[in-house]
C-alpha cells in the first residue's frame, strides 16, 4: 500500500529538521532519515524547501552522508563558515592521534570508517597492555578537546569517547553496553583532511570558501 502524502511530508520534516541541527545523516546514525534521502523524489522536495532558507543538501563519502551546507555565500555565511572551518583545523590533530592510536591499538589495515564497531573494554586492555598506547591515549586525553586531567587510563579513555558522542563521530546505541559505532561524519572528516592537503598553501579564510564550493562545509 503506497504511503499517503501526510506519513510523506511528516517523514520529509523530520529529515529536514535534523539537517538544520547540523546534524550527519547516514545508515548508522540515522536509518530511516537516511533511506529516505535515497529517493529521488525526496531529495528533490527538501532540497526545495532548503533552497527558500539559503541551504542545500550537501554530501560525503561517494554519497552516503548527508548534511546541510548554505547555497549562496553572503558575509554571514561566511564567517560562519569560516569559523567552523578553524573549529575542525584546531580538533584535527587530537582527532587524527585518536584514530591513529585505535587502528595500530587494534590491529587493523584501514582507519575507522562508518558503522565499525569499538568494544572499549577490549581497546582499553590492548592499550594498558602496551605503554606506548597508553602514552599516546594520555597526550590525546590532555588535549583541549578532550580536557582529561586524570592519569588513569580507563578514565581518560572514557572522557575521550563521551566527548566524541557529542562530537558526533561515535554513536553508543546501547547506554548499558560499553559498546561504539563510527558514524559517516568521520568520512566527511577524512575529505576534509584530504582537502586541507590539497590546499594547504591557502589561508584558512581561503580553505574555508574554496571547501563551501566543493560541498565541504
Not at 535515497?38 to 552516503?64: H, K, P, V
Not at 563558515?81 to 591513529?100: D, Y
Request: proline content about 2%; hydrophobic content about 35%; glycine content about 6%.
Amino acid at each position: 500500500m503506497p504511503e499517503s502524502n501526510e506519513t510523506v511530508l511528516v517523514g520529509t520534516s523530520a529529515v529536514i529538521e535534523s539537517l538544520l541541527r547540523g546534524e550527519f545523516i547516514c545508515r548508522t546514525t540515522n536509518e530511516e532519515a537516511w533511506r529516505a534521502l535515497q529517493n529521488a523524489a525526496t531529495r528533490e522536495r527538501i532540497e526545495a524547501y532548503l533552497n527558500q532558507i539559503n541551504r542545500t543538501l550537501s554530501t560525503a563519502a561517494e554519497g552516503d552522508v548527508f548534511f546541510c551546507g548554505y547555497l549562496q555565500l553572503g558575509e554571514k555565511e561566511q564567517k560562519v563558515i569560516s569559523g567552523q572551518f578553524k573549529t575542525i583545523c584546531t580538533s584535527l590533530t587530537p582527532l587524527v592521534e585518536w584514530l591513529v592510536l585505535v587502528q595500530e591499538s587494534s590491529g587493523q589495515d584501514a582507519p575507522l570508517t562508518q558503522g565499525a564497531t569499538i568494544r572499549l573494554t577490549e581497546l582499553q586492555e590492548r592499550i594498558e597492555d602496551t605503554p606506548a598506547f597508553r602514552e599516546q591515549l594520555a597526550r590525546i586525553s590532555h588535549y583541549r578537546l578532550f580536557g582529561s586531567t586524570s592519569s588513569q587510563t580507563d578514565v581518560q579513555l572514557k572522557l575521550v569517547f563521551k566527548r566524541l558522542v557529542e562530537l558526533g563521530y561515535l554513536i553508543k546505541p546501547n547506554s548499558e553496553k560499553q559498546i561504539y559505532m563510527a558514524t559517516g561524519k568521520l568520512d566527511y572528516l577524512y575529505e576534509v583532511i584530504r582537502f586541507i592537503d590539497e590546499t594547504e598553501s591557502l589561508s584558512l579564510e581561503a580553505q574555508a570558501e574554496t571547501a563551501t564550493q566543493q560541498d565541504l562545509l
